[in-house]
């Protein structure tokens, strides 16, 4: 699992951005965004360079504002499901079920 700590923002047109370097990576699993001003309401996934599922998530400026996010693993280590949780009802969101490949 890796997890990237960002303070680039979430979309930008003429610099990088939390988008870009999700579809760059080749191990990113979690970009959790710090931007105060520039970042997704709701949790996004983009994909990176190998096909794979990156969530970007966003704690605006506060950490605790980010909830929780629960990844599930298959025996091989493969990513099986993934929810969201807003933090003070902790109501999980699923993302969807993922097949085994």
């Known amino acids: 699992m890796v997890v990237c700590l960002s303070s680039l923002g ?3 047109k003429n610099a990088p951005d939390d988008i870009t370097l999700a579809k760059k990576s080749k191990h990113l699993d979690i970009i959790i965004g710090g931007h ?3 970042f997704p309401v709701n949790p996004i996934i983009a994909l990176n360079s ?3 599922e990156v969530i970007i998530h966003s704690a605006s400026g506060d950490l605790l504002a980010c909830g929780i996010i629960k990844i ?3 025996g091989q280590g493969r990513k099986k499901y993934i929810g969201f949780t807003d933090q003070p009802s902790k109501n999980t969101v699923p993302h969807r079920a993922m097949p085994a490949a």
């Open 10 to 12: 979430y979309k930008n």
């Open 36 to 38: 105060a001003k520039n």
């Open 72 to 74: 599930d693993f298959d």
């Open 50 to 52: 190998r096909n794979e």
